[in-house]
């Protein structure tokens, strides 16, 4: 089907990048940052102006939206999902969005900052984009593709159905969530008001990219309490908890199961903070394998590194603490295979290949799909993220539109 599309992605995009939403792990409420409502009000109000009545933003920053059904049949209602809020890993302030029209190879220089350079060798994807127009920031800031890419082309595609209603689909729910990038993404989700079956988020990287399977994960917190006494007198009765805790982190292999030392379908045990003193101190970790049963293994063997660790120290105690995460995806898309084959399709129709994988990673779909609604990711044409190097494609960001269009089209052809 040839579909007659008005793009409004890149507009859109380049005006949502200049609006700040980094999220703040320290925070304690939710949006972590307020500044984060700021994408959301234009948001509801671009879609109401596209007639969509029901858009709204709730007390805790999520936008939900409703694009509705124009056929007769009884077709499984579709959610579409991407979040809002930048990487607190750079500053997402003043993003000044800079598109490199027609890029022939080599260097990409940025020009607020001299340093920062996207080289083809170190972004291996760039090297695909020949002839492409490349949008990266000016070098002072991260771009916010990830995951405003994501956001603009979802309300591209609602521009598209809401303007050609003689194209048929069931109803399409739309839903965007703060704090993503600091792991509280779906806290806040109402999934009864919701009300979808099935859902996509849009937070993928490379083109084609359609990721059905994530990493466990797990956080561990070892507590140590030491024999805190006057270093003048410590002698034979000091037992220092930071140094305990340093010989915890020692003892973790050199050469296996850490993050720098693993790639593929490999999981890892990694230390993410070290605080504390003589008489206490504190490591947290995370834990991560596709297979949660290695999960446990992993969390064992660090367990038995504690409590050798401790056999030199008969006077101090450890406290070995787990917290769950989020769990593979796969176990919960996996029985619903329609989900991927009619992305796939989907992404076929729009003239992409489709590039099943695996992400070492989580998305807000890991949680949303052990909430009840399975929910596989897709390319959003991100690159780079977290990074002043960040950039996207104007070409990949079209085809995920055309991606998000045909695959809801498909789920109406086959209801």
Known sequence: ??????????????????????SDPNSTTTPSTEKQKNLGKLLVEELQEMGITDAHMDKWGYVYATIPSNTDKEVPVICFCSHMDTSPDSSGTGVKPIIHQNYQGGIIELPDDSNVKLRPEDHPHLKNKIGEDIITASG???LGADNKAGVAEIMDAAHFFMSHPEVKHGNIRILFTPDEEIG????EVDIEKLGADFGYTVDGEKLGSLEDETFSADGVVIKISGVSIHPGFAKGKLES???IAADIVAALPKDSLSPETTEGMEGFVHPVSIKGGAESAEISFIIRDFVDEKLIEHENFLRGIMEDVLKNYPNSKGEFIVKEQYRNMKNVVGQHPEIVDNAIEGMRRAGVTPQRGSIRGGTDGSRLSFMGLPCPNIFAGEHAFHSKEEWASVQDMEKAVLTIIHTAIVWEEKA
């Open 1 to 22: 089907m040839a579909l007659d599309i008005q793009h409004t992605f890149l507009d859109r995009f380049l005006r949502y990048v200049k609006i700040d939403t980094q």
């Open 140 to 142: 002072l800031t991260l």
């Open 184 to 187: 509280r993404g779906v806290d």
């Open 241 to 243: 908890a930071l140094k």
